[in-house]
Structure formats: structure tokens, C-alpha cells
């Protein structure tokens, strides 16, 4: 038997019961403001064939899809094939000998992939949201994991851009009712397409977007240098720079780049949509901040980020439109928009401002405890009866001294004990005490099953 201490892979977690029940106050939040929008729920599986998501998230985000070796490649059958399969990795290739699956980088190519093959019976525009963990293999750190929740919200089937309206008001309604001050950052890919043409060409929009998607972690100098290493010319290089340099109200923002990207159709209509955007009834605040990016190749309109105030973390939510993602699947012209919430750093975020209710921390309500056969039975069935009104509730599993059984209580943080004794029994009456506040009282069992714990 091995004699190693037992440990995680990086960038992985347990989730101990308080912090499963935080992390269950999130999910609970986001899926109650989807469904007060419209959304239905779906899921995926946790893998996905490989083509499926390689070439979807651009140069970067493909070398971190953590892929899924094939069954049998230790059978001596097969070690020609994989040997030689290997050797294709190393130089780069993959190789359908070796891995033809992997498991899934976000939740919006899987829903693409999902829309694609059930096209023929959704109803348009269809709305979906979607809770389950995705996989990266990133290097892990504060914030980032290798496996962690997402919360996504789609549309696709419309080019309305009350759809944007609608996904912004999500995030400002969740977060409120999370407590979590947010400031909503919004872009638009035709901007960046734009500033690509006039550096060169569209061939150049994926070289500036993830050069420019680095610019709050790296640095504008940073940025620079990686652009001329990309193959821009110095005076493009400039012209970036300048674009990046434009600052003020949303309005004054917009009109600079109205102005740097005038007689340019596409500049032209992503300033446009977002004109109508923050001019839409009921819009919540947005801020246009045109350093914004969203390095993933199948945006093609407004692009969402979400900050946390008042704290040190990256984005804790983001997204944006993609108007022909299933069109990598054979299926064109079904346009779509959607959001994502990351729950992991959600959390953190929550944790570091002490912003989660204290009710979350709450499991079992009332602990019985046991002091002997006959007592244990009757508050057994009290207990049950406790239950069936949906109090949680249970039953010191042996008969023990009191301060074991007190203990007990407190490191779980069960506000209420019973105790019911052999005098209590025989009166029909038990003891309940207040462990937050020591008060104590006698109840009939009738007023105890009747009473309100809160």
C-alpha cells in the first residue's frame, strides 16, 4: 500500500460543506434572475469530440484544452500507432490515434454544438442557461483555476440588440442581489475589426485583439513590443496606441472613435449598435471601455466584461454576440449573444467583502440530544415531525455527556438543541435552548413542533 499523503491535482478544490452551501447561495441567485428572464436550463456533457472545440478560442485559448487520451493505447497492438502519434504531438499536430476527445474549455461552443444538431426542434429565439464546471489548463493562481464553474446565459436565433440590453440588466440584477458592487464593461468586436483595417487588414484582427486583451496584465509597453513581435510596423503600432489613448464619458469615447474610424463601415456600425445600447430604456450603467478585447476568435459584436469593486480580481463575468458560431458546424446564420458568470471567483469575492448572508452558514436547525434508549425514540419521532415542516433537523447519533454532544452543536453551528430527559419524558415536555443566545425554555411537544425557529 502506497505510503504517499493523498493530494489534489493544481488547480483543483474540495468544497467543504460551508463552503457548498455559499457556493449553492450563487448558483441559486444567477438561476433565479435567469428564469425571471426567460431562460431554460440545459447541460452538456463533460467531454467533447476534439474538432469540436479546437479552433474555436484562437491561438491561446486552443493550447489550454486539456484533451482526453484514447482507451487501449498501452495494448501492445497499439504501440506502433501511438508511438508514431506521439511523435506528431511533440511537433505539434494533433493526432486522432492518440486523442480524438477532450474535455470542455467554456460552455458556449458545447451549446453552438448542441444548437446545431437540434436546430430542426428549438423554437426561436431560443434562451438557455447553463451551470456546470469547465477545464482549463492554465497555470494556476488567485482567481484562476484549472476546473471551475460557469454560469452562462444565450440567446441565439435574433440580432435584436434588446438582447443586450436584457444580458446586461442580468448581470446588474444578480449582482445586486449578490451585494457585489460591479462595474459592466462593454465593446464592440466591429470597433477592433475596424482598427485591423486600418492597420493592415481584417488578417490582422486576431494578432491586436489578443495582444490588447493583455493590456490590464501586462502592460501598454508589453503590449506594444508583443504587437511588433506579432509583425505590425511601428506606425501601426502607433496608430494602436493611439486608439487605446482615448479617454472620457461614454459619449465622449465614442465620439473620438466615431471620428478616428470615420468613412469606415465597420468602425461606423459598432459604434452604432453601442450608441443604441446605452441609449435603451432601462439600460443599467455601463462603461465603455475600449481596451476591452475578449480574446476568442467567434465574437462579432458587443463584448461584455464584469468587475468587481472595491477588491483585487480579475473579470468575474463576461461575454458578448457571436452571429454565426454554428456555422462552424455546418448549420449558418443562426446569430447569437450570451454572458457568463464565473461562480469561483464569485465567490472569493463574496468571501474577501463578507457579503454572504448569514443563514448560508446554517445547516441543521435543531440537534436532539440522546440520553438513553427510551428518550432517543421519543425524540426521534419529535424530530420527524420537525421535518416533515421542512426544519431541518437530527439526532445525536449515541447517548454521551452533555459537553460532547454541546460541543458537537457549536462546531457545527446548529443554533437550537432539545434536550428531552427522563423527567421531561414523562411530562411530555422538552427543553430548548438558544445556543446563539443561551436562552432557554420549556416547551409541551405540541408547542415545540408548532414553534417557529429562526
Not at 456555422?327 to 469575492?349: A, E, H, L, M, Q
Amino acid at each position: 500500500m502506497s505510503k504517499n499523503k493523498p493530494s489534489l491535482p493544481q488547480g483543483t478544490r474540495d468544497f467543504d460543506p460551508a463552503t457548498v452551501r455559499k457556493r449553492r447561495h450563487i448558483f441559486d441567485t444567477i438561476r433565479t434572475v435567469f428564469e425571471l428572464y426567460g431562460y431554460q436550463p440545459l447541460e452538456t456533457p463533460a467531454m467533447e469530440q476534439l474538432d469540436t472545440l479546437m479552433g474555436k478560442y484562437g491561438e491561446e485559448g486552443d493550447k489550454l484544452i486539456f484533451k482526453i487520451l484514447n482507451n487501449g493505447l498501452g495494448d501492445p497492438k497499439n504501440l506502433e500507432k501511438a508511438t508514431f502519434a506521439f511523435q506528431n504531438v511533440l511537433a505539434g499536430k494533433n493526432d486522432p490515434n492518440l486523442t480524438e476527445r477532450a474535455l470542455r474549455y467554456d460552455l458556449t461552443i458545447p451549446f453552438a454544438r448542441y444548437v446545431a444538431m437540434n436546430h430542426g426542434t428549438l423554437t426561436f429565439p431560443f434562451r438557455r442557461y447553463q451551470m456546470q464546471p469547465v477545464w482549463r489548463a492554465d497555470r494556476p493562481q488567485k482567481g484562476r483555476y484549472r476546473e471551475f464553474y460557469q454560469c452562462d446565459a444565450d440567446v441565439v436565433g435574433s440580432y435584436s440588440l434588446i438582447n443586450e440590453v436584457e444580458l446586461a440588466a442580468i448581470y446588474a440584477t444578480a449582482f445586486k442581489k449578490l451585494g457585489i458592487p460591479v462595474d459592466i464593461r462593454v465593446n464592440n468586436r466591429k470597433i477592433l475589426a475596424a482598427l485591423a483595417e486600418v492597420c493592415g487588414g481584417a488578417d490582422k484582427m486576431t494578432d491586436i485583439t489578443v495582444a490588447i486583451d493583455k493590456l490590464d496584465k501586462i502592460g501598454l509597453d508589453k503590449v506594444k513590443t508583443e504587437l511588433g513581435e506579432r509583425g505590425l510596423t511601428d506606425a501601426q503600432v502607433s496608430t494602436i496606441e493611439s486608439y487605446l489613448a482615448i479617454d472620457g464619458t461614454n459619449d465622449e469615447k465614442l465620439a473620438l472613435v466615431g471620428a478616428l474610424f470615420a468613412g469606415n463601415p465597420t468602425g461606423t456600425k459598432g459604434v452604432e449598435e453601442l450608441n443604441h445600447i446605452l441609449n435603451y430604456p432601462s439600460t443599467p450603467p455601463l462603461t465603455v471601455d475600449l481596451t476591452l478585447a475578449r480574446g476568442l476568435n467567434y465574437y462579432t459584436g458587443t463584448i461584455f466584461e464584469v468587475k468587481a469593486l472595491d477588491v483585487q480580481m480579475g473579470s468575474i463575468g463576461g461575454g458578448g454576440r457571436y452571429d454565426d458560431l454554428t456555422g462552424t458546424f455546418g448549420v449558418p446564420n443562426i446569430p447569437g449573444v450570451g454572458i457568463s458568470f464565473g461562480v469561483d471567483r464569485i465567490y472569493d469575492v463574496m468571501q474577501e467583502l463578507q457579503l454572504f448572508p448569514t443563514n448560508v452558514h446554517t445547516g441543521t436547525t435543531i440537534l436532539f440530544f440522546n440520553l438513553g434508549e427510551a428518550e432517543s425514540r421519543a425524540a426521534f419521532g419529535l424530530l420527524q415531525q420537525l421535518r416533515d415542516r421542512g426544519i431541518p433537523a437530527e439526532l445525536y447519533h449515541e447517548q454521551a455527556k452533555f459537553d460532547k454532544q454541546f460541543k458537537y452543536a457549536e462546531k457545527k453551528e446548529i443554533p437550537y438543541i432539545v434536550i428531552l430527559g427522563g423527567t421531561e419524558l414523562a411530562a411530555r415536555q422538552c427543553q430548548l435552548k438558544d445556543l446563539r443566545t443561551g436562552q432557554q425554555s420549556t416547551l409541551d411537544f405540541d408547542q415545540l413542533l408548532t414553534a417557529d425557529f429562526i
